[in-house]
């Protein structure tokens, strides 16, 4: 019998193999890794329903961020983007830092939304005189120096150095230089949910005293009234901050900023409502073009980019640069 279903796999290649052969060229191309990524014409988010607020109103218009399509360089979206207009090859270099892997930095983007969505609830609440407590802050290693001599991990989160609880960046920096070159800073840190004791050197470049670490901080928050801010797994960065914080003010006061326009923006924020660059703005200007946007709200820094792209289209969208949250606020309140 072995033989018999021996006989007829070998008859089924011998006149198949033409066809199994090329499904698997065609499988293997897709999941070639190479060094490139494509930006494309993104979309928009609604954030009405991502944002819940206790006692919220309803809006008569739209807040939505939006956001850059970004895919895989393998070969065939790679020869796709010399065909389709707006598809742009990025090197994977450009945007990753030194050798990280592509899905290395969307762990490191995810945290970047975490960032903006504390400092967005932060800013929305201040500026609408809600109760707002920061109850703890995350101290997440995001990028580790070659020339760093550490035993510590991208993603740990640092907790205490020498036995100095870390309270903030700047009190990070201050042990690092209160110590000499050479000196090793014993690190207590959580990883993958457990405390773990790791070391690392200080050492010098440009006069300066350096560990070799990026870190970025989020928060755990309590406010009054409550909220829930719903993001989803694929969703990462940080460029949704002003969107999200003008969208949690919106519920959080008695006057809609919207009135009725659909209001599409992007823009990083800090806990101070400083409105930061981002990229990909033409990406993003498009395709809030394409869910029919009133009005585009931009970073001051990519004003210049975004405003060739409404000339280059001839784009009826209304473009508005915007450096702080309280220069936003004000714009929205003088649309008629």
């Given at each position: 019998?072995?033989?018999?279903?021996?006989?007829?796999?070998?008859?089924?290649?011998?006149?198949?193999?033409?066809?199994?052969?090329?499904?698997?060229?065609?499988?293997?191309?897709?999941?070639?890794?190479?060094?490139?990524?494509?930006?494309?014409?993104?979309?928009?988010?609604?954030?009405?329903?991502?944002?819940?607020?206790?006692?919220?109103?309803?809006?008569?218009?739209?807040?939505?961020m939006a956001y850059v399509k970004m895919i895989k360089g393998n070969l065939p979206f790679l020869a796709a983007?010399?065909?389709?207009?707006?598809?742009?090859?990025?090197?994977?270099?450009?945007?990753?830092?030194?050798?990280?892997?592509?899905?290395?930095?969307?762990?490191?983007?995810?945290?970047?939304?975490?960032?903006?969505?504390?400092?967005?609830?932060?800013?929305?609440?201040?500026?609408?005189?809600?109760?707002?407590?920061?109850?703890?802050?995350?101290?997440?290693?995001?990028?580790?120096?070659?020339?760093?001599?550490?035993?510590?991990?991208?993603?740990?989160?640092?907790?205490?150095?020498?036995?100095?609880?870390?309270?903030?960046?700047?009190?990070?920096?201050?042990?690092?230089?209160?110590?000499?070159?050479?000196?090793?800073?014993?690190?207590?840190?959580?990883?993958?949910?457990?405390?773990?004791?790791?070391?690392?050197?200080?050492?010098?470049?440009?006069?300066?005293?350096?560990?070799?670490?990026?870190?970025?901080?989020?928060?755990?928050?309590?406010?009054?009234?409550?909220?829930?801010?719903?993001?989803?797994?694929?969703?990462?960065?940080?460029?949704?901050?002003?969107?999200?914080?003008?969208?949690?003010?919106?519920?959080?006061?008695?006057?809609?900023?919207?009135?009725?326009?659909?209001?599409?923006?992007?823009?990083?924020?800090?806990?101070?409502?400083?409105?930061?660059?981002?990229?990909?703005?033409?990406?993003?200007?498009?395709?809030?073009?394409?869910?029919?946007?009133?009005?585009?709200?931009?970073?001051?820094?990519?004003?210049?980019?975004?405003?060739?792209?409404?000339?280059?289209?001839?784009?009826?969208?209304?473009?508005?640069?915007?450096?702080?949250?309280?220069?936003?606020?004000?714009?929205?309140?003088?649309?008629?």
């Amino acid at each position: 019998m072995f033989n018999k279903l021996y006989e007829k796999l070998k008859r089924f290649l011998q006149i198949n193999w033409k066809f199994i052969l090329s499904i698997i060229i065609i499988f293997g191309l897709f999941y070639i890794d190479l060094p490139y990524v494509i930006y494309a014409p993104g979309g928009t988010i609604d954030l009405e329903n991502r944002v819940s607020i206790n006692n919220e109103k309803t809006s008569s218009g739209k807040l939505s961020m939006a956001y850059v399509k970004m895919i895989k360089g393998n070969l065939p979206f790679l020869a796709a983007s010399y065909i389709i207009k707006d598809w742009d090859l990025i090197k994977r270099s450009e945007i990753t830092m030194d050798n990280e892997s592509v899905d290395n930095m969307i762990k490191r983007d995810h945290l970047y939304l975490l960032e903006s969505l504390s400092n967005a609830t932060i800013v929305a609440y201040r500026k609408a005189e809600k109760d707002i407590k920061i109850k703890k802050k995350n101290f997440n290693v995001i990028y580790i120096d070659e020339k760093s001599e550490t035993s510590l991990q991208l993603y740990d989160k640092l907790i205490s150095v020498d036995d100095t609880m870390i309270t903030s960046l700047e009190e990070y920096k201050n042990i690092v230089n209160s110590h000499e070159v050479g000196d090793t800073l014993n690190l207590k840190v959580i990883r993958d949910n457990k405390e773990k004791n790791v070391t690392i050197k200080v050492y010098e470049n440009n006069n300066e005293k350096l560990t070799g670490l990026a870190i970025l901080t989020t928060y755990d928050l309590e406010t009054n009234p409550k909220i829930e801010i719903k993001s989803k797994q694929n969703e990462s960065g940080s460029s949704g901050g002003l969107m999200l914080a003008l969208s949690i003010y919106n519920k959080l006061t008695e006057k809609d900023i919207t009135k009725g326009k659909n209001i599409v923006g992007t823009g990083t924020i800090n806990e101070n409502g400083q409105v930061g660059e981002i990229d990909g703005v033409k990406y993003k200007l498009l395709g809030a073009n394409k869910n029919n946007a009133d009005v585009f709200l931009c970073p001051k820094e990519n004003y210049k980019e975004a405003k060739k792209i409404v000339n280059k289209y001839k784009l009826k969208i209304k473009l508005k640069s915007v450096s702080t949250f309280d220069e936003a606020i004000n714009y929205l309140n003088s649309l008629k």
